[in-house]
C-alpha cells in the first residue's frame, strides 16, 4: 500500500459481559482505498468500526487517526420535520450574529453536494424523500465535516438496485479523491464489484485480509464462515394440497393499492412475489395476516406462520427474553396455557428448541433478545413461525440484512416447511432468493399481477423486465 | 446494564437522591437535617399511633398505585387515579349510607361499587382514547377536575346526608366499618386487601395470558397488535381496571377511614401515587415498599412541621421533584443503553 494510514488500529480488544467481542485485531485504512469489513453477524464488525470512530473505547490497543473520521449508519439518524440542508449542517450552521445564515447555510450545503457530483435540493423536507436521497443527505452531512476516513454500516441496506449502482458511483470518486473508506456489509457481490481490498472478520479476529483481485465471492464467504456454506435444503417432491386462493384482492390505497389481485399457493410450493420495493407488497402480507381490511376473497385452510418484514417493530419485543418472545403471536392458543398460567416450561422447551434447530447464537434464552445480533433475532422470528408446523407460511424478505450463513439456514429451514407441505408465499426484494426458494414466481407491479412464471420456465432478464413495469 | 447497577440507578439512587433533596429542603428551611429527619422519624414511627397513621396513608397510596402501575404497565398514562379513587369513593359512601344488609355484605358491595365507580372513570378515558385517539394524558387529567366538581354537587344536594352540617354523605353504620387492624388506630384491614392485591397483580403480570398481553402493548404495540393482540380493546379494559382499581381504594377510605363521603377524601393521593409507581420500578411488590416510604413522608411531614418548623409543604415540593428525577433518571438509562452495543 501505498502512503501512510490514515487510520491505524493496533491490538484492538473489546470484551462484553459473557463474549470478547473484538480479539487483538490490527486495521489500517490507507487514502484511497475502499475496504470491506466483512462476516457473520456477531463477528466483531459493529464492534470494531464503533472503535474506529471513537464510539467505543477498546479495552486493550490503539486507535490513531489522521483527520476526521466520518461515519454514516445503517439506521438513518435524520430529523424529517426538518430541510435538507437543516440537516446536513445540524450542530455547525454558520452563524450570523446570534442569527443562523440561512443563506450562506444552503450554498454551502449545495456547495459539497456539487463537489460531489450529489444531486440534492437543499430546501426539501427529509420526510419527503425517497430512502436513496435520504442516504444521500446522511452522506453529505459526514462529508460537509471534510473527513479524511470515511465509515459506512451496511449502507445499502434499505435502497433499490438503481440507487445503490447511484451511491456506489459516489463512493468510488470520493476514494479516486483520497478519502479513506470502510464499507461494512453483508453484500459481498457489492464488496467483489466496488472494494479494493477486504478484512474478514470471525469471532472476533481477522481470519483472512487480500486485495480483491486476488480473492472470489465464494473464497470470502468460505473464510466468513470458516469452512463449506451450508447449502440451501433440497427441493423434494411434494403432494400439492388445497392451500392459500385469493381472488380479487382490492386493499390499501395510493400507490400501493392492490387491485384485481389473484394468486394461488398450494400446499407443498413455494410462491414468490418478485417486484421492486413499494408495488404494494406490504399492502398484500398486511391483507393475508389480516392487519388491514380489503375486499375480495382470500381462503386459506389451516394455520399460518408469519416471518414479517421488520423484525425489530412487527416480530419481537426487544426487551424480553427469547423465552418470552417464544409466545408472542402464539399466546393465545389452548396449548400455551396450564390453568390460568401460561406454561413457561413448555415455551422454555421451545426456545431451547428453536436455538438449537437455528443456531441461534444466545448464551441463555433468558437474555433479553436486544442482546442478539440481527441475524439472530431473525433466526428466532423464523423458529417461532415454523415451530408449530403452519399450513401457511408467509415470509417477507425472511434473510433481509443478514449474513450468508445465517441466510441459507433460513432459506433451509422454508425449504423444509415447503417440503413438508406447507404452502410458503415468499415475498422477497431480493429475486436471488425468490429463484433459489421458489416453485413459481409471479411479478408483482403497482398492485398488481404483472405475469408469473413456473419453475422450469424461470427467465432472469424477463422477469427483471417485467419487475421494472414493461412487459 | 446488570440487574445490580439497574437497582442501583433505579429504585435505589432515587431513594438517595430523595433524601439528599429533603436534606436540601431542610437547610433551606433553617434546619438541620439531623432534627428535621428525626422530627420525621418521630412523627411517622415513633408509636403505635404514628406507625398507624403511616399505614394509614400508606393504604391510600398503594391502591392508586397499583392502578396506576396496572396502566403504565400497558403503555397508558394514566394520571386521572385522584378523580378515579373520588368517585369510587363516591360510589360506595352513597350505597353505603342507605344499605340494610348484614356487615360484611354490605363492606364488600361497598368496595364493589368503589370498583364500579373508579372503573367506570377509567373506562370513560379509555373509550375516549380507543374510540377516538384521544390522548389519555389529557382524558384523565381532565376527568380529576369533572369528578372533583361532580363528587362536591352531588354531595352538596341529592346525596347530602340529612344531619350532615357540610357537603358529606350520612355516616355509615358502624356495621359497616372495615375492621380495625392495629387496635386504637385508624388502621383497617384495607391495608391487608392493597398488599393481596399487589400480590395479584403481581402474579397476574408474569404469569397469565392477560398479564402478556398487557405488558406486550406497552413495550411493543405494533408487535403485540401483530400477535393478534385487539389493542384497542386492551386499552379500554387496562383503563377500566386502573380506575377501578383506584375506586376500590376511595372505598376503603370511606369504609376504613373517614366513615362517610366528602370530598376531602384525598390530599391528593391520585397524584403522589404516580411518584409512587414510579419509585417503585413499576413492580407491584416495590410499590408496597415505596408505598411505605412516601406514608412515612406523608405523617411525619406534619410532625415535622410542628418540631422542627419545616413547612409541611416541603414535603410536597420534594414530591414533586422526586417525579421529575424519575423522568430524567429514565431519560438517562435509555441514552446509556442505547450507546452499548
Not at chain 1, 100 to 113: G, K, L, P, S, T
Request: proline share 4%; with cysteine; net charge neutral.
Amino acid at each position: 500500500m501505498a502512503g501512510e494510514p490514515v487510520l491505524s488500529l493496533r491490538g484492538i480488544r473489546k470484551a462484553f459481559p459473557g463474549v470478547v467481542a473484538v480479539d487483538g485485531v490490527d486495521l489500517d485504512l490507507f487514502p484511497g482505498e475502499i475496504h470491506a469489513l466483512v462476516g457473520e453477524n456477531g463477528a466483531g464488525k459493529s464492534t470494531l468500526s464503533a472503535i474506529a470512530f471513537g464510539e467505543l473505547q477498546p479495552d486493550e490497543g490503539t486507535v490513531s487517526a489522521r483527520g476526521t473520521v466520518g461515519l454514516v449508519h445503517q439506521h438513518f439518524e435524520l430529523i424529517g420535520r426538518l430541510r435538507v440542508w437543516q440537516n446536513v449542517l445540524l450542530g455547525r450552521e454558520p452563524h450570523r450574529g446570534w442569527r443562523i445564515d440561512e443563506v450562506a447555510a444552503r450554498e454551502r450545503v449545495v456547495a459539497v453536494a456539487q463537489r460531489n457530483g450529489l444531486e440534492i435540493d437543499p430546501d426539501a423536507f427529509v420526510e419527503t424523500l425517497p430512502i436513496g436521497v435520504q442516504q444521500r443527505v446522511e452522506l453529505l452531512r459526514e462529508l460537509d465535516r471534510d473527513p479524511a476516513v470515511l465509515l459506512l454500516d451496511e449502507p445499502t441496506a434499505a435502497l433499490a438496485p438503481a440507487e445503490i449502482e447511484s451511491f456506489f458511483a459516489t463512493i468510488v470518486q470520493l476514494a479516486a479523491r483520497g478519502t479513506a473508506i470502510m464499507i461494512v456489509t453483508h453484500k459481498l457481490q457489492e464488496v467483489t464489484a466496488y472494494a479494493t481490498r477486504v478484512t474478514v472478520m470471525r469471532h472476533g479476529k481477522v481470519v483472512e485480509r487480500t486485495l480483491i483481485g486476488e480473492t472470489s465471492i465464494d473464497a470470502i464467504a468460505r473464510a466468513m464462515v470458516g469452512g463449506e456454506l451450508p447449502a440451501v435444503a433440497r427441493r423434494a417432491t411434494t403432494q400439492m394440497k388445497p392451500g392459500l386462493r385469493v381472488r380479487d384482492l382490492r386493499a390499501g390505497s395510493g400507490a400501493t393499492r392492490l387491485h384485481d389481485f389473484y394468486l394461488d399457493v398450494r400446499g407443498g410450493e413455494i410462491v414468490g412475489i418478485a417486484g421492486v420495493e413499494g408495488n404494494g407488497q406490504s399492502t398484500l402480507a398486511d391483507a393475508l395476516a389480516g392487519m388491514i381490511d380489503y375486499k375480495g376473497t382470500i381462503e386459506r385452510t389451516g394455520t399460518i406462520g408469519i416471518i414479517p418484514q421488520d423484525r425489530q417493530r412487527e416480530a419481537l419485543v426487544m426487551n424480553w427474553s427469547l423465552v418470552e418472545n417464544t409466545l408472542l403471536g402464539r399466546q393465545h392458543r389452548k396449548e400455551a396455557c396450564r390453568g390460568l398460567e401460561l406454561d413457561r416450561g413448555r415455551a422454555r422447551t421451545e426456545a431451547l428448541a428453536i436455538r438449537e434447530r437455528l443456531d441461534i447464537r444466545a448464551a441463555s434464552v433468558d437474555m433479553p433478545v436486544r442482546t442478539l445480533s440481527g441475524g439472530n433475532q431473525q433466526k428466532l422470528v423464523v423458529g417461532r413461525a415454523l415451530i408449530d408446523r403452519p399450513d401457511f407460511v408467509l415470509a417477507y424478505n425472511p434473510t433481509r440484512g443478514i449474513d450468508v450463513g445465517a441466510a441459507a439456514l433460513v432459506q433451509s429451514r422454508i425449504m423444509e416447511a415447503r417440503n413438508h407441505g406447507a404452502a410458503v408465499l415468499l415475498i422477497s426484494f431480493e429475486l436471488d432468493e425468490i429463484l433459489t426458494l421458489a416453485d413459481a414466481v409471479i411479478v408483482m407491479y403497482r398492485g398488481a399481477v404483472l405475469g408469473s412464471f413456473g419453475r422450469e420456465a424461470f427467465d432472469r432478464a424477463a422477469i427483471g423486465r417485467l419487475m421494472a413495469g414493461s412487459a | 446494564m446488570t440487574r445490580a447497577t439497574r437497582m442501583i440507578a433505579g429504585p435505589l439512587g432515587a431513594v438517595v437522591l430523595i433524601l439528599v433533596l429533603m436534606s436540601l429542603a431542610m437547610i433551606a428551611a433553617g434546619t438541620s437535617p439531623v432534627d428535621g429527619f428525626t422530627a420525621l422519624f418521630v412523627g411517622a414511627l415513633g408509636g403505635r399511633n404514628q406507625i398507624g397513621e403511616t399505614l394509614v396513608a400508606t393504604t391510600a397510596l398503594l391502591f392508586p398505585a397499583l392502578g396506576i402501575c396496572l396502566a403504565f404497565r400497558a403503555g397508558l398514562f394514566n394520571i386521572g387515579a385522584e378523580g378515579q379513587l373520588l368517585i369510587g369513593g363516591l360510589c360506595a359512601g352513597a350505597l353505603g349510607a342507605v344499605l340494610t344488609v348484614p356487615g360484611p355484605i354490605g363492606i364488600v358491595l361497598m368496595l364493589i361499587a368503589g370498583a364500579i365507580g373508579g372503573g367506570a372513570w377509567g373506562a370513560i378515558a379509555g373509550w375516549m382514547k380507543a374510540r377516538f385517539g384521544a390522548n389519555e394524558i389529557i382524558a384523565t387529567l381532565m376527568l380529576n377536575f369533572v369528578a372533583a366538581y361532580f363528587a362536591l354537587e352531588l354531595v352538596s344536594g341529592p346525596l347530602k346526608g340529612p344531619l350532615a352540617a357540610g357537603a358529606e354523605t350520612a355516616w355509615l353504620d358502624p356495621k359497616y366499618w372495615l375492621p380495625t387492624l392495629l387496635p386504637a388506630t385508624r388502621l383497617s384491614i384495607a391495608l391487608l386487601l392493597a398488599v393481596a392485591l399487589a400480590l395479584v397483580l403481581q402474579w397476574t403480570f408474569s404469569r397469565t395470558v392477560f398479564g402478556y398481553d398487557l405488558r406486550a402493548s406497552g413495550e411493543a404495540p405494533e408487535a403485540a397488535r401483530r400477535s393478534g393482540i385487539n389493542l384497542a380493546r386492551l386499552t379500554w379494559l387496562a383503563l377500566t381496571l386502573s380506575g377501578a382499581i383506584a375506586g376500590v381504594g376511595g372505598a376503603t377510605i370511606v369504609s376504613g377511614e373517614l366513615h362517610r363521603f366528602n370530598t376531602q377524601l384525598s390530599p391528593g393521593y391520585g397524584f403522589t401515587a404516580i411518584a409512587v409507581a414510579l419509585v417503585g420500578d413499576l413492580q407491584p411488590l416495590w410499590i408496597c415498599i415505596a408505598a411505605f416510604g412516601f406514608g412515612i413522608l406523608e405523617s411525619g411531614g406534619l410532625a415535622m412541621q410542628a418540631s422542627a418548623q419545616v413547612p409541611k409543604d416541603a414535603i410536597h415540593v420534594i414530591e414533586g421533584l422526586i417525579i421529575f428525577v424519575l423522568a430524567a433518571r429514565r431519560y438517562v438509562a435509555t441514552r446509556v443503553e442505547g450507546t452499548l452495543p
